[in-house]
């Protein structure tokens, strides 16, 4: 991994030009009109997918479906809006009592938030109770840039508001090729965890990186089966 060396920027240079570029450059304005996202997220660790979950979400009505194992390899299909957080879920095939219900939904609300923001950080950065710092400028011996946008969060934004991410976006392109990121709960001299965005693809015209390299790790997280659409396809939330 190069060596980074950190310069000023411009004074005249904001966090939210950059933040706002990067949104212009990967999305401009397709990305008020995006509606429909669907995915599979799948986690590879040295070379064997760790964990799959393929989602759907409907950003306009908050309907979300996702499927796949818990820890324990029970498999769960979960139908729910993330508005109202009421639906139905199905563990092992078997529909979910009562008791069991609450549970299940809080487990598909946290792969929403955490695999929806892994497919949209870039485009999310604009986002209410979201605050931009800029953190300098990052660039290696081959002459690239990168300004760097710190992003911390108003408490009750996401589940672990004390997250901290700096996006790393390329000063000529204005695309986010890389985030570090320091996890609420993690120690105070722990460092941040550096993921690289590749294999970069447009998809429903928005530029997506489809796998996240993280650093050090062995890890990647791919973003797979893709699509982004205006519309939602008629019968996606049906079970």
């Known amino acids: ?18 933040a706002r570029r990067a949104v212009e450059a990967q999305a401009g304005s397709t990305w ?13 660790r040295d070379g064997k997918i760790a ?12 309907d979300y479906h996702v499927s796949g194992k818990d820890q324990k390899g029970d498999a769960l299909v979960i139908a729910m809006n993330v508005n109202t957080m009421k639906g139905r879920a199905w563990k092992n095939g ?10 299940l939904l809080l487990f598909g609300y946290r792969r929403y938030i955490n695999d929806t923001y892994w497919l949209l950080m870039p485009l999310k950065m604009m986002d209410p109770g979201v605050h931009r710092t800029l953190d300098g400028e990052r660039s290696d011996a081959s002459g ?14 996401g589940l672990s508001p004390g997250d901290v991410y700096w996006a790393w976006v390329n000063r000529d392109t204005g695309i986010v090729e890389q985030w570090d990121m320091k996890l609420q709960g993690t120690k105070p001299d722990d460092p941040p965890v550096a993921v690289k965005f590749h294999e970069f ?22 973003l797979d089966d893709l699509v982004i659409a205006n519309e939602v396809p008629k019968g996606a939330f049906t079970k």
């Open 32 to 44: 008020g009109k995006a509606r429909y996202f669907a995915f599979t997220f799948n986690v590879d």
């Open 1 to 18: 991994m190069p060596v980074f060396a950190q310069q000023p920027v411009s004074s005249t240079t904001t966090a939210d030009d950059v």
């Open 144 to 157: 690239r840039k990168w300004d760097v946008v710190k992003l911390t969060f108003d408490q009750g934004v």
């Open 201 to 222: 693809r447009r998809v429903g015209n928005v530029l997506i990186s489809t796998a996240r390299e993280v650093v050090g790790k062995k890890q990647t997280v791919r």
């Open 51 to 62: 964990a799959s979950f393929p989602e759907k979400w409907d950003r306009s009505t908050g």
């Open 94 to 103: 078997v529909e979910a009592t009562a008791a069991e219900l609450p549970d």
